[in-house]
């Protein structure tokens, strides 16, 4: 399985926008990059994912570079919801298409 | 819709006694994982069935674990005999076939073996 490098935890502040980073540089050309995010004493909950291009959802967007060796997930307006910790994902197309966690970045929001 | 449902939610158990978790997915769910997450840790998958079929359960301990999915909906993991490093959360997730297949986790059960 691919594997991806976030950092263990980052900071921000309610209402400023958050930039959180993976790297990903043995990203296969058929891997999808997901992101999920896990509210404390919940399950993970599916944030947003793409394959090339940039993508925006409601709740954030992904950027994915022009190598996609690298992504970041764009929070556009933090609140005290969104601490969390954040995992990046590659996902293959073939066999099980298994999610697999790394440690994930632990996100928080000072108010 | 109703989301990922779990029982129980919180569990105590003694080394060596059993202990069994239930899921029931997302209505029209084919697709049911169950993972363990161990405190700090991202979660690791134990198994994935399609319908009711096992499509891996590569990291399934299977000397003291134990999965079923019965007529391709409702499932049941199972721990016999507990060991102390068994405590975990157990979370149940379901996903659909097509499309970007984003899984949906339910609550897990906190299991604490003394």
């Known amino acids: 399985d691919a594997k991806t490098t976030q950092p263990n935890s980052m900071e921000s502040n309610e209402e400023e926008p958050v930039h959180l980073p993976c790297n990903h540089s043995t990203i296969s050309g058929t891997d999808y990059i997901h992101w999920y995010r896990q509210l404390p004493s919940q399950g993970p909950e599916y944030v947003i994912h793409?394959?090339?291009s940039n993508v925006n959802n409601r709740m954030a967007s992904l950027a994915i570079a022009e190598d996609r060796k690298s992504s970041t997930l764009i929070l556009h307006r933090a609140t005290l919801r969104d601490a969390a910790v954040y995992y990046c994902?590659?996902?293959?197309?073939?066999?099980?298409?298994?999610?697999?966690f790394g440690q994930g970045t632990r996100l928080t929001i000072n108010p | 819709e109703a989301g990922v449902a779990q029982s129980p939610r919180y569990k105590i158990i003694e080394k060596r006694q059993s202990v069994a978790f239930w899921c029931n997915p997302i209505s029209g769910h084919a697709t049911l994982y169950w993972y363990q997450q161990i405190l700090g840790q991202g979660p690791k998958l134990l198994i994935q069935?399609?319908?009711?079929?096992?499509?891996?359960d590569s990291q399934l301990p299977k000397d003291r674990f134990s999965a079923e999915r019965l007529k391709g909906v409702d499932s049941t993991l199972k721990i016999q005999p507990a060991k102390l490093e068994d405590s975990a959360v157990y979370l149940c997730?379901?996903?659909?076939?097509?499309?970007?297949?984003?899984?949906?986790f339910g609550p897990g059960t906190r299991l604490t073996v003394t």
């Open positions: 069935f399609q319908n009711n079929g096992v499509v891996d």
């Open positions: 997730a379901s996903s659909s076939i097509g499309g970007a297949r984003e899984q949906y």
């Open positions: 994902i590659l996902r293959g197309i073939q066999g099980a298409q298994k999610l697999v």
């Open positions: 793409g394959l090339t």
